[in-house]
């Protein structure tokens, strides 16, 4: 690519958090940067967007680097929208999201907002990625993702990304080297939720979501391997949610 | 099936939407029904979940129905996980969501609560179908839907439906009688969005989100020709998002 690309940066927690801010600096290195992102942590969001309230958007300066900022009231997908309507002047050459803290692994993909900003980047026709650590703490260490979020990013710059085709990058919480970068598939699995009763003062039953994650896949082609055996896992994520193999079992029904 | 099946009912447009309301009533005639939905509309919401907030989910009697109900103050996706967890003493033969005021064909079906809320009892193992009808008036006319909707359901109840998909079921908005029921695939489409800006008394910019849906596909296999030509549109979709096809390309890279 001759000129440099135009980059757009998103996520779910927000604006100042650190992930984001390490994305921003990265991208920096190889393009002309605008960010887009949340003005207060939308994490869980899944592909919300806001048809019932209004949004605001609004230039700011967060620290000396050369990107242009934009906060916004809304969702991911909202940020998204409002970006390349309101604040981009031409389509943007990719648009990544993150990185997320906490894992955007198997099923947790669908209730994702950093995630869901990247497919709305897709279905805009906008090269798409979103990058999660599997560490949901907010002093996560962000520090070595450095070489793996580069070289990912610039083989999309390079290569495109097929048509249809988000990618979901996964880094496992390791104190080790990463061995590689694997393209997986998403882990069956699911959540078992616990609801964690209590009472108010004035006496009204309330819950909190609580609850843990159960892989019930043992494939080695996983994401969920690749992350427990500390390499980086790459899934190729389609929006069309159409159940092909499902057509012909269907059409064979009495409706 | 010999004894009554065990129906959970959901939606996103709140639990006294008309839409809602028509779907119990059906439901009832089939088997013994349990309704948790939002309290509040809840249209757009994608695959939210509540994860930084506290949730109520409270038995109320809204008709003189058989059914038990329960309202709750989270997102469609919430309501099912509520629902299966502390509502359910067994997991239910099938979830039913809808039906939803207004299409959730195409790309729609990504933002969708309604769909959203079947995918969720999808993963939870619970046969599901999501119900929409391409009419976003709130008096929406329901009433001559039923044949369908019975003749669907009882088809799920009867064959099940393939591991790892949900049913996304549209009606057209039509004056004429449907022509039929189709399978369909998902139509390649996107939303070409226009945010409308505003000033608050203060003197504050703020903006709504509107914009126009454009159906980029000239298949006749699709949802969007279904609907455009008076049938009623079936899309099986799936929640393992995993683009298959790309796997081979993306290993081709140099990472």
Redesign the interface.
């Known amino acids: 690519m001759s000129k440099r690309p135009l980059i757009l940066v998103t996520n779910d927690d927000g604006i100042t958090a650190p992930g984001i801010r390490k994305l921003i600096q990265l991208m920096n290195s190889i393009g002309d940067v605008v960010v887009a992102a949340p003005d207060s ?1 939308q ?10 309230a ?5 230039k700011v300066k967060i620290d000396d680097g050369p990107q242009t900022e934009y906060q916004c009231s ?2 991911p ?2 940020c998204v ?2 970006a ?3 604040a981009l002047d031409r389509k943007p050459d990719l648009c990544v999201s993150g990185i997320n803290h906490g894992s955007n692994s198997s ?1 947790n ?3 994702s907002g950093t995630m ?1 900003a990247a ?1 709305e980047a897709g ?2 026709g906008i090269p798409a990625i979103g990058f999660s650590l599997c560490d949901y703490s907010l002093d996560a260490n962000f520090e070595h993702l450095d070489e ?1 979020i580069l ?2 990013t610039k ?1 999309v710059l390079e ?1 495109g ?2 048509e ?2 988000v ?2 990058v996964n880094f496992p919480k390791t104190e080790n080297k990463f061995k ?2 694997k ?1 997986c ?2 882990a ?1 699995g ?2 078992e ?3 964690d009763k ?1 009472e108010s003062p004035t006496g ?6 609580s609850g843990k994650f159960v892989n019930h896949d043992k494939g080695e082609d996983t994401d969920e391997w690749a992350l427990e055996n500390d390499y980086v896992s ?14 012909q ?3 064979s ?3």
Chains 1, 2 share one sequence.
């Open positions: 942590p994490s869980g969001m899944g592909h919300a967007i806001t048809v019932d209004t949004l605001t958007f609004n809304g969702t997908a909202d929208k409002m390349v309507r309101l099923v993909v669908i209730y869901s497919v279905v805009e793996e070289s990912i083989n290569n990304i097929p249809g085709v990618l979901n590689g970068i393209i598939r998403q069956k699911n959540w939720e616990t609801f209590r009204k039953e309330y819950y909190w979501l790459i899934v190729p994520v389609q929006y069309d949610l159409t159940a092909y193999h499902a057509i079992n269907l059409n029904w009495d409706l």
